[in-house]
């Protein structure tokens, strides 16, 4: 971790945000939301300054930034591959859908490719068991994946970014 009075953040970008939550109670989850959409990611340094302009400890912002699997202490690819492993998925198939993206980005569960494009999550549920096995990329929701269908998609989106740039 970064020691806290460090600042490698511009933390000019989330002022709007702090103003905007001042005074709004049980606003922590909204506040870490949309630091995590300005910075990629929830710095320590940002963190640090939340707890400071609302007053809640770092270790309590910690404590419910940690909780929920949205949120992200590094910086994630621009496609966050979230592979659901409840029970549905997981009786379903889950864990080869897993080693297929694994093989494909050539990644671990947590993991980011070199290139920054993918981050590979892999999540309890994503609610979306009549579809199962299922995975997000982003806001979009695949499901009755097989492995060879997980890879197709995955290389699809690279396609698309060798044709962007």
């Not at 001042?22 to 990611?41: C, H, T």
């Not at 671990?108 to 490719?113: H, I, S, V």
């Amino acid at each position: 971790m970064v020691e806290c009075n460090s600042s490698q953040s511009d933390l000019t970008l989330i002022e709007d945000v702090l103003q905007q939550y001042q005074d709004v109670s049980g606003s922590m989850i909204a506040i870490l939301q949309k630091a995590q959409e300005i910075y990629g990611y929830l710095p320590t340094d940002v963190i640090y300054l939340v707890a400071e302009r609302t007053g809640v400890s770092p270790a309590k912002i910690m404590g419910v930034a940690t909780f929920y699997a949205q949120f992200s202490f590094e910086p994630i690819g621009k496609y966050l591959v979230m592979v659901c492993n409840g029970t549905a998925c997981h009786v379903n198939g889950a864990d080869g859908i897993m080693e297929a993206v694994s093989e494909e980005l050539g990644v671990e569960d947590k993991q980011t490719t070199s290139d920054g494009l993918f981050t590979m999550r892999c999540v309890a549920c994503l609610g979306c068991c009549s579809l199962s096995p299922v995975m997000m990329i982003n806001e979009d929701t695949y499901g009755s994946l097989t492995p060879e269908k997980a890879k197709v998609i995955l290389r699809g989106l690279r396609q698309k970014e060798k044709e962007a740039n």
